[in-house]
């Protein structure tokens, strides 16, 4: 099946700093969903691309290489309220999503 | 108010209980799916039903059977539960042909 990794596992960042989180998968791909998780809360849909096609959403910026089956998502100027889980899904044409590991963003005032 | 709702939202029972969740959704979509979060954050797909029809059927035990009266509501049935069945079950709905997947809040399993 596909394999789906996300790097790094976690992240400790200064408020204000970027980030970049990466999401690679082992086969070629129709769509990626970027979801973020608060401790014990609700999986929020953040960004969803039909294609690989540069998506943004204020500060969120999702950007893909089709060709190296990879994909980040930027967070630019990072808030305390940032911290949580991010987690990626590539789409496959099945509609099902399979799941990175995701990576844990600690944000520090 | 358009979203997908799961009830209960946490359950705790004994090793060899039935249980069964509940999940409604209000958006319209014609596709409902079911997720296992386990106690590392990792999610994995179980089950999918496109307008009552199960379309996808990941490897799970076969104490767990989905069930779909409609397009609107997905339901889980789990027949003597055992320890590792302790996680949070999330329901998602969408679109078939869109992908893009709205979540519930998930119910929280605990097995003793």
């Known amino acids: 099946g596909q394999q789906v990794e996300q790097s790094p596992a976690s992240l400790v960042l200064q408020e204000g700093e970027n980030a970049e989180l990466q999401c690679t998968y082992s086969t070629t791909l129709n769509s990626m969903q970027w979801f973020y998780q608060r401790p014990g809360g609700r999986l929020v849909s953040l960004l969803y691309s039909p294609s690989w096609a540069e998506q943004r959403g204020g500060r969120l910026t999702s950007s893909a290489a089709s060709n190296e089956s990879r994909s980040s998502l930027h967070i630019s100027s990072s808030q305390i309220t940032d911290s949580g889980t991010y987690l990626c899904a590539p789409g496959p044409n099945t509609g099902k999503l399979t799941f990175g590991d995701g990576t844990v963003l600690t944000v520090k005032p | 108010e358009t979203a997908v709702f799961q009830t209960p939202n946490y359950h705790v029972t004994q090793v060899g209980n039935e249980v069964s969740f509940n999940c409604k959704q209000t958006?319209?979509?014609?596709?409902m799916y079911w997720y296992k979060q386990d106690s590392k954050k990792l999610l994995k797909i179980m089950f999918s039903y496109n307008n009552k029809q199960l379309i996808v059927n990941e490897t799970v035990p076969r104490r767990f059977s989905p069930q779909s009266s409609d397009k609107a509501h997905l339901n889980l049935r789990i027949k003597s539960v055992e320890p590792e069945d302790s996680a949070v079950y999330l329901c998602?709905?969408?679109?078939?042909?869109?992908?893009?997947?709205?979540f519930g809040p998930g119910t929280r399993l605990t097995v003793l």
């Open positions: 998602a709905s969408s679109y078939l042909g869109a992908y893009e997947q709205y």
């Open positions: 958006l319209g979509h014609d596709t």
